[in-house]
């Protein structure tokens, strides 16, 4: 056993002696070796390295940074809310309890709480809750709803809101930056911003009766972004978003209504609580209709009168049954929504030439436009 350790008998000494005297020399000893093994920090060491000492926190915001998408959504973001829309519905004991039918967004125009959004956000709600920036939840009313364009009026009970300035839509570039900002998916993404770029303008989107001119643009624009803002790279609404295409395939394709179109809208939902557009009291057949319920056809242009409202304008002016209109106010009309575009660019009241093909014979009325019934 001796002999086992007798090589070692030097170092146990010295522990031995050390322990007696408190422990001092080995630590020393050991601090010694420890020393000779670890070398200290060289210069060459990367923690000594300035780019990895640099402070956390830099003064100001470099130019690099503080990019137009940036700054756009610095100025338009608080003016953008968060909307829920609540209605009622049975529990599990058959109670009746207010639910979340669903969210989307909306922003701010006037300091004294006027909301712009989609009216398919607000359609059928019971109550509104509207999120603001700042973090205050607060109860929406409903001023008006035009569901023709898919815009609503809300407002909540305050003053001295953010708000975000209308822009010029009919100046717009194909290509120049869009950046859209609402609640993506809920308010657990509330004040998301995307960016892409204005991908073309006037596209449009036909009904059927209606034929709308939107922007298209490939700032993603998701469930929840409805009602919320797109903006230019001067920080000003260029337009509300509202839909996009969703199918299997497509990427980047949404929609926004351009704030020009939506700007008289707006004004006549705080003024009316509605819209008011001019009526004919007519229902028609184009082309387009008839090929997609398997009928013919056999007119080159205009739209097949189907039925007539004998008190509304164009019965009190002679339209029958089985005319063909082919202008309305020096528009030449080749499907339905051509008959709507050149009607809603009239004022209630108006009086317009007509022109119908009725039996082979070409016939021009004179229709004096009313107001369309609350009921249309």
Same mark, same amino acid.
Do not use: C, W
């Given at each position: 056993?001796?002999?086992?350790?007798k090589?070692y008998?030097?170092y146990?000494?010295?522990?031995?002696?050390g322990?007696?005297?408190?422990?001092?020399?080995?630590?020393?000893?050991?601090?010694?070796i420890?020393q000779?093994?670890?070398?200290?920090?060289?210069?060459?060491?990367?923690?000594?390295?300035?780019?990895?000492?640099?402070?956390?926190?830099?003064a100001?915001?470099?130019?690099?940074r503080?990019?137009?998408?940036?700054?756009a959504?610095?100025?338009?973001?608080?003016?953008?809310?968060g909307?829920?829309?609540?209605?009622?519905?049975?529990?599990f004991?058959?109670r009746?309890?207010?639910?979340e039918?669903?969210?989307?967004?909306g922003?701010?125009?006037?300091?004294?709480?006027?909301?712009v959004?989609?009216?398919?956000?607000?359609?059928?709600?019971?109550?509104?809750?509207?999120?603001l920036?700042?973090?205050?939840v607060?109860?929406?009313?409903?001023?008006?709803?035009?569901?023709?364009?898919?815009?609503?009026?809300?407002?909540?009970?305050?003053?001295?809101?953010?708000?975000?300035?209308f822009g010029?839509?009919?100046?717009l570039?194909?290509?120049?930056?869009?950046?859209?900002?609402?609640?993506?998916?809920?308010?657990?993404?509330?004040?998301?911003?995307?960016?892409?770029?204005i991908?073309?303008?006037?596209?449009?989107?036909?009904?059927?009766?209606?034929?709308f001119k939107?922007?298209?643009t490939? &700032?993603?624009?998701?469930?929840?972004?409805? !009602?919320?803002?797109?903006?230019?790279?001067d +920080? @000003?609404? /260029?337009g509300?978003? %509202?839909?996009?295409?969703?199918?299997?395939?497509?990427?980047?394709i949404?929609?926004?209504?351009?704030?020009?179109?939506?700007?008289?809208?707006?004004?006549?939902?705080?003024?009316?609580?509605k819209?008011?557009?001019?009526?004919?009291?007519?229902?028609?057949?184009?082309?387009?209709?008839?090929?997609?319920n398997?009928?013919?056809?056999?007119y080159?242009?205009?739209?097949y009168?189907?039925?007539?409202?004998?008190?509304?304008? &164009?019965?009190?002016?002679?339209?029958?049954? !089985?005319?063909?209109?082919?202008k309305?106010? +020096? @528009?030449d /009309?080749?499907?339905? %929504?051509?008959?709507q575009?050149?009607?809603?660019?009239?004022?209630?009241?108006s009086?317009?030439?007509v022109?119908?093909?009725?039996?082979?014979?070409?016939?021009?009325?004179?229709?004096?436009?009313?107001?369309?019934?609350?009921?249309?």
């Amino acid at each position: 056993m001796y002999n086992r350790y007798k090589k070692y008998a030097p170092y146990l000494i010295v522990a031995v002696i050390g322990a007696l005297l408190g422990g001092g020399l080995v630590l020393g000893y050991g601090r010694d070796i420890l020393q000779k093994r670890i070398p200290q920090a060289s210069q060459e060491s990367p923690l000594n390295n300035p780019l990895f000492n640099a402070p956390a926190a830099q003064a100001g915001v470099s130019d690099a940074r503080n990019t137009p998408i940036v700054r756009a959504a610095k100025a338009a973001g608080p003016a953008v809310v968060g909307i829920a829309n609540k209605g009622y519905a049975r529990d599990f004991f058959n109670r009746k309890v207010l639910v979340e039918q669903g969210s989307g967004s909306g922003v701010i125009f006037d300091s004294n709480g006027y909301i712009v959004t989609n009216n398919h956000v607000v359609e059928g709600s019971q109550e509104l809750a509207v999120s603001l920036s700042d973090g205050r939840v607060l109860t929406g009313k409903v001023i008006g709803t035009d569901p023709a364009t898919d815009l609503a009026v809300v407002k909540v009970d305050a003053t001295g809101l953010p708000t975000a300035a209308f822009g010029d839509s009919d100046s717009l570039l194909v290509g120049e930056p869009a950046i859209a900002i609402g609640n993506p998916l809920g308010l657990e993404f509330q004040g998301s911003v995307t960016s892409g770029v204005i991908s073309a303008l006037n596209r449009t989107v036909d009904t059927g009766e209606r034929k709308f001119k939107l922007i298209q643009t490939d &700032a993603a624009i998701n469930p929840g972004n409805s !009602g919320g803002a797109l903006v230019n790279a001067d +920080g @000003v609404i /260029i337009g509300i978003n %509202s839909a996009k295409i969703a199918a299997q395939g497509v990427e980047g394709i949404g929609f926004a209504i351009p704030i020009n179109t939506a700007k008289p809208i707006i004004q006549s939902l705080i003024e009316k609580g509605k819209v008011v557009r001019p009526y004919l009291g007519i229902g028609f057949i184009d082309q387009a209709m008839a090929e997609k319920n398997g009928y013919d056809f056999p007119y080159e242009q205009g739209v097949y009168v189907a039925k007539v409202d004998p008190e509304g304008p &164009a019965g009190k002016a002679g339209i029958l049954k !089985g005319d063909v209109i082919t202008k309305f106010a +020096g @528009v030449d /009309i080749k499907s339905g %929504s051509d008959l709507q575009g050149a009607k809603d660019g009239q004022s209630v009241g108006s009086k317009v030439d007509v022109v119908v093909q009725r039996g082979g014979q070409t016939l021009t009325l004179q229709i004096m436009l009313g107001e369309t019934p609350s009921s249309q």
